[in-house]
C-alpha cells in the first residue's frame, strides 16, 4: 500500500508516517519543505499534488488543508482520501460531495476515537444521551494547526446538534469524574464528532473539552467571553503533562475510556489504522464508526503511549 501524507513531517504527519511504515505501508510525507519532505507537494499549485498521486493508493490530510475541492482533485484520480480534521463546518462541506473513490473522516482522537467511545455506550444504553469528554495534556507540544484550530474557536459560536441552540466554545460546563484525574469541569467545545453522531445514533451527543491543567481550562473559559480572544499570542505553553483521556458518558451512567500520553502520537495510532481501513472501502463518504468499533482499537492500545 502506497500512502502520501500531506503534512507529513509535521507534529501529527511525522507520527502518522512512522506509524504506517511500521505496519508495512510504503509511506511518502509531503510538503512545500523539499528537505523534510520525501515528496514536494504545495497544495497552492495543484500540479505538484497530480505529480505525487501516481501510483498512491491513499492519501492522507495531516496538513490543516480544509478545502473540498482537495478531496475532488485526490479522489477524482481514484484515490482514497483520510482527513484527521475535527472542524464541523469543512466535515458538513464534504458529506455533501458525492466522491468517486473512498473518503473517510473522524479518524483521529477525537473525532475518531471520540466516535468510537459513544457507539459502545450507545450499543448498551440506546435511548440515553451521550456527553463525550476529551482531556488533553496542557504540556505536550502541539502542531501549529492544531494549536490555531483551539485558539480560532474563542469567542465563536456553534450550533447544539440536537437542539439548535447557539453554544460558545469553551462554555456551558458539566462535570466529568475522569479515572486518574478525579472530578473535572470540561466545557462544550464545536468538535465535529458531536454533530455526526447526533445525526447518525439519533441521540443528542455532547463534546466537552479541557486541559489537564486546571488553570489553562479556566483560562480558556475566560479567554471565550473576551472580544478578540481568538487573537492572543500563539506562544503561550501552559503547564501541564502529555497525557490525555477520551470518555464517553451515556444518561444513564454507562462509560467507556481509553487514556495515554502523547495527543499526536494516539491521533497517528488511529490514522494509520482508519488508512487502512479506507483503501477497501466503496466510493462515497464514511466515518470511522460506520467502519470500525472499539474492539478494533483493543490490540492498538500499547502504541497509544510509545516509550520516551
Do not use: C
Not at 33 to 42: G, L, P
Not at 204 to 216: E, K, M, N, W, Y
Not at 261 to 288: D, E, K, N, Y
Request: proline share 6%; no cysteine; charged share 20%.
Amino acid at each position: 500500500m502506497k500512502v502520501l501524507v500531506l503534512g507529513g513531517y509535521g507534529a501529527v504527519g511525522a507520527r502518522i508516517v512512522t506509524e504506517l511504515r511500521a505496519g508495512g505501508a510504503a509511506a511518502l510525507a509531503a510538503g512545500r519543505d523539499s528537505r523534510r519532505a520525501d515528496v514536494t507537494v504545495d497544495l497552492r499549485e495543484p500540479r505538484t499534488l497530480h505529480a505525487a498521486l501516481e501510483g498512491v493508493d491513499a492519501v492522507v490530510n495531516a496538513a490543516g488543508a480544509e478545502d473540498p475541492a482537495l478531496v475532488e482533485t485526490v479522489t477524482g484520480r481514484g484515490v482514497a482520501f483520510v482527513d484527521i480534521t475535527a472542524t464541523a463546518g469543512y466535515v458538513t462541506a464534504v458529506e455533501r460531495l458525492t466522491p468517486p473513490a473512498p473518503v473517510l473522516l473522524s479518524v483521529g482522537l477525537a473525532p475518531g476515537l471520540t466516535n468510537l467511545l459513544a457507539v459502545a455506550v450507545h450499543e448498551v444504553s440506546p435511548a440515553e444521551p451521550i456527553d463525550i469528554a476529551l482531556l488533553l495534556g496542557a504540556g505536550e507540544r502541539h502542531g501549529g494547526a492544531s494549536t490555531a484550530w483551539a485558539y480560532d474557536l474563542l469567542g465563536r459560536d456553534f450550533h447544539d446538534p440536537a437542539t439548535g441552540a447557539a453554544i460558545r466554545n469553551y462554555t456551558r460546563p458539566r462535570r466529568f469524574v475522569l479515572p486518574g484525574y478525579g472530578p473535572r469541569r470540561l466545557y462544550r467545545t464545536d468538535y465535529s464528532d458531536q454533530h455526526v453522531l447526533t445525526r447518525d445514533l439519533g441521540v443528542p451527543v455532547r463534546t466537552h473539552f479541557g486541559l489537564d491543567s486546571r488553570a489553562a481550562t479556566a483560562a480558556l473559559a475566560a479567554l471565550t467571553r473576551v472580544p478578540g480572544a481568538s487573537r492572543v499570542p500563539r506562544g503561550l505553553h501552559p503547564p501541564g503533562s502529555d497525557r490525555w483521556l477520551a470518555l464517553a458518558r451515556s444518561g444513564d451512567g454507562t462509560v467507556r475510556w481509553l487514556g495515554g500520553r502523547i495527543q499526536s502520537q494516539a491521533t497517528a495510532v488511529m490514522a494509520a489504522l482508519a488508512t487502512r481501513a479506507a483503501a477497501g472501502l466503496p466510493a462515497g463518504v464514511h466515518h470511522l464508526h460506520r467502519v470500525l468499533t472499539l474492539a478494533d482499537v483493543d490490540d492498538l492500545r500499547p502504541a497509544f503511549s510509545p516509550a520516551a
